[in-house]
Antibody, heavy 122, light 105 residues
Framework: QVHMVESGGGVVQPGRSLRLSCAASGFSFSDYAMHWVRQAPGKGLEWVALIAFNGKSESYADSVKGRFTISRDNSKNTVYLQMDSLRHEDTAVYYC???????????????WGQGTLVTVSS | SYELTQPPSVSVSPGQTATITCSGDKLENKYTCWYRQKPGQSPVLVMYQDSKRPSGIPERFSGSNSGNTATLTITETQPIDEADYYCQAWDTSTVFGGGTKLTVL
């Protein structure tokens, strides 16, 4: 069955960097666009970034553009989120999510990881 | 940027019908979907392409999207339905609504 596991979260000081990973299994990873969605403590869901199935296109929320970079390694069934110049407001649980439709960058998310908590604090 | 508006909370008695709305400009021109999230858990897709139920989601859940409003309807609401519900709209970009806390009391 489909399974996605995020890792790499932790406590980091403002201005520092962190790289999140999402390891996927149970489906043909290279066929699907992948997204990162975050949720600040007690708040709602916020879309962060997407990467196309082949890694050739990316898109970012304005709140992270220029600071975060999404990438993927289809040979390792893994998607990454490089987070630089972190701010207090980036504190959140970060989820990776799979788009349900094979041939699109955007869509509904039929599978989510369990999330990894990033805390930006001095 | 495109925005989706949901009521912060909806309350319903067990066995009654819960209606959760999601409003956005010309929302009918976008695809919408809905997620249920219980405390400490990841979101779960409960409706996609406006009105389609994923496998495992009871028939009590239905959806619609017309004009500026998408609606998630839960009939015969049960205590297990108590959760936060989020709408999402997408076409060439994507956005989430602010979420609605459904209380069953």
């Amino acid at each position: 069955q489909v399974h996605m596991v995020e890792s790499g979260g932790g406590v980091v000081q403002p201005g520092r960097s962190l790289r999140l990973s999402c390891a996927a299994s149970g489906f043909s990873f290279s066929d699907y666009a992948m997204h990162w969605v975050r949720q600040a403590p007690g708040k709602g869901l916020e879309w962060v970034a997407l990467i196309a199935f082949n890694g050739k296109s990316e898109s970012y929320a304005d709140s992270v553009k220029g600071r975060f970079t999404i990438s993927r390694d289809n040979s390792k069934n893994t998607v990454y989120l490089q987070m630089d110049s972190l701010r207090h407001e980036d504190t959140a649980v970060y989820y990776c999510a799979r788009v349900s439709n094979v041939d699109g960058d955007y869509g509904d998310f039929d599978y989510w990881g369990q999330g990894t908590l990033v805390t930006v604090s001095s | 940027s495109y925005e989706l508006t949901q009521p912060p909370s909806v309350s319903v008695s067990p066995g009654q019908t819960a209606t959760i709305t999601c409003s956005g400009d010309k929302l009918e021109n976008k695809y919408t979907c809905w997620y249920r999230q219980k405390p400490g858990q990841s979101p779960v897709l409960v409706m996609y392409q406006d009105s389609k139920r994923p496998s495992g989601i009871p028939e009590r859940f239905s959806g619609s999207n017309s004009g500026n409003t998408a609606t998630l309807t839960i009939t015969e609401t049960q205590p297990i339905d108590e959760a936060d519900y989020y709408c999402q709209a997408w076409d060439t970009s994507t956005v989430f609504g602010g979420g609605t806390k459904l209380t069953v009391l």
